[in-house]
């Protein structure tokens, strides 16, 4: 059974930083994996924030390129996103995902969620 627990949320003032981690059980390293945090804050739509893939490949949405980092730690089976010079806009919560890319290029299919951890950021 796979399992994806978030940990590392909390509040901060603008400009701090937060670390989230992923602890990631029971998934399957294997073929075109990709893993991904995404967030969604009161009344808007879940959004990504930044995935990596099987090929080390990372990418991030606009608003947080520069600022936050995801890395994997195979060896801890983690997920991590640093997370520096928070915003206010930042407030949200925050998922890890995990699931397969259908063909190179694709958009990633997400087939394990975790339950979300909150990040507010106070200005």
């Known amino acids: 059974q796979v399992q994806l627990v978030e940990s590392g949320g909390g509040s901060v003032q603008a400009g701090g930083s937060l670390r989230l981690s992923c602890a990631v059980s029971?998934?399957?390293?294997?073929?075109?994996?990709?893993m991904s945090w995404l967030r969604q804050a009161p009344g808007k739509e879940r959004e990504g924030v930044a995935t990596?893939?099987?090929?080390?490949?990372?990418t991030y949405a606009d608003s947080v390129e520069g600022r936050f980092t995801i890395s994997e730690d195979r060896a801890k089976n983690t997920l991590n996103l640093q997370m520096n010079s928070l915003k206010p806009e930042d407030t949200a919560i925050y998922y890890c995902?995990?699931?397969?890319?259908?063909?190179?290029?694709?958009?990633?299919?997400?087939?394990?969620w975790g339950q979300g951890t909150q990040v507010t950021v106070s200005s």
């Open positions: 029971g998934y399957t390293y294997r073929g075109a994996y990709c």
């Open positions: 990596i893939d099987s090929a080390g490949s990372t």
């Open positions: 995902a995990a699931g397969w890319r259908g063909y190179p290029g694709s958009q990633c299919a997400y087939t394990y």
